[in-house]
């Protein structure tokens, strides 16, 4: 009987690597910290006696901004955690690349408040502007994610020994569509409304929550029950 033909090693030495926990401690802390700082926006207003529900009325954008962000931030988390169960060490090429992604999550709050603010005393052209502004950090966000997988298909020696080149392949499929799709999204913002392109910001929120461990059946299926103990 044949053997079965092995994958293809990528010519030259083998990375050096080192645990994955200090790095997966770090990011997780960052992940805390961002989504503690979103809710510094929201404020308890001033208010007149009998004019307290009135006043939180007022402060409704601030609180839809912060969902938004907090769920986005949370999607995020919970890529980050299914992509560090590819790997079974790190290297410093791979800490570089996760401090690009961690670079990203940090800058979240920022587009939350110009958001917050644009829905609370804005015009539709302020709002225009806050919209693009937030899914141009989102599409930006999803370049680093790409190169990950791309550097992991590349050095088949930092995969986890239950992965393979098509569960990466199948992974690096996501934020190929988070570039585009948010981008599409702004320009959907700003050329048609903005209000629509909110909505498409949140809608692509939930395709990388449902999608957090790829986006084929099969890789759902081993999400579940193929992961490390």
Same mark, same amino acid.
């Given at each position: 009987?044949?053997?079965? @033909?092995?994958?293809?090693?990528?010519?030259?030495?083998?990375?050096?690597?080192?645990?994955?926990?200090?790095?997966?401690?770090?990011?997780?802390?960052?992940?805390?910290?961002?989504? #503690? /700082?979103?809710? /510094?926006?929201?404020?308890?207003?001033?208010?007149?006696?009998?004019?307290?529900?009135?006043?939180?009325?007022?402060?409704? @954008?601030?609180f839809l901004a912060f969902v938004v962000s907090f769920v986005y931030v949370g999607v995020l988390w919970l890529n980050h955690h299914a992509v560090l169960q590819l790997v079974r060490g790190t290297t410093l090429a791979l800490n570089w690349i996760n401090l690009a992604i961690l670079f990203g999550v940090v800058l979240i709050p920022f587009p939350t408040m110009v958001l917050a603010s644009a829905l609370a005393n804005g015009d539709t052209d302020d709002l225009r502007?806050?919209?693009?502004?937030?899914? /141009?950090?989102?599409?930006?966000?999803?370049?680093?994610?790409?190169?990950?997988?791309?550097?992991?298909?590349?050095?088949?020696?930092?995969?986890?020994?239950?992965?393979?080149?098509?569960?990466?392949?199948?992974?690096?499929?996501? @934020?190929?569509?988070?570039?585009?799709?948010?981008?599409? #999204?702004?320009?959907?913002?700003?050329?048609?409304?903005?209000?629509?392109?909110?909505?498409?910001?949140?809608?692509?929120?939930?395709?990388?929550?449902? #999608?957090?461990?790829?986006?084929?059946?099969?890789?759902?299926?081993?999400?579940? #029950?193929?992961?490390?103990?």
């Amino acid at each position: 009987m044949s053997a079965a @033909p092995e994958e293809v090693q990528p010519s030259g030495p083998s990375p050096r690597l080192a645990d994955i926990g200090r790095l997966a401690a770090f990011s997780d802390a960052v992940f805390a910290i961002v989504i #503690t /700082l979103l809710v /510094l926006d929201l404020r308890v207003p001033e208010f007149h006696e009998g004019q307290l529900a009135a006043s939180l009325r007022e402060e409704a @954008p601030s609180f839809l901004a912060f969902v938004v962000s907090f769920v986005y931030v949370g999607v995020l988390w919970l890529n980050h955690h299914a992509v560090l169960q590819l790997v079974r060490g790190t290297t410093l090429a791979l800490n570089w690349i996760n401090l690009a992604i961690l670079f990203g999550v940090v800058l979240i709050p920022f587009p939350t408040m110009v958001l917050a603010s644009a829905l609370a005393n804005g015009d539709t052209d302020d709002l225009r502007v806050a919209v693009v502004l937030y899914a /141009l950090a989102a599409a930006l966000m999803s370049a680093p994610w790409l190169v990950f997988f791309a550097y992991l298909r590349r050095h088949p020696a930092l995969r986890a020994s239950h992965v393979g080149q098509d569960q990466v392949r199948a992974q690096q499929a996501r @934020p190929i569509i988070g570039l585009v799709l948010f981008g599409l #999204t702004g320009l959907l913002g700003w050329i048609v409304n903005p209000l629509f392109g909110l909505l498409g910001i949140v809608v692509m929120i939930i395709y990388h929550g449902f #999608t957090s461990e790829g986006v084929r059946a099969g890789t759902f299926q081993w999400g579940r #029950t193929g992961r490390r103990g």
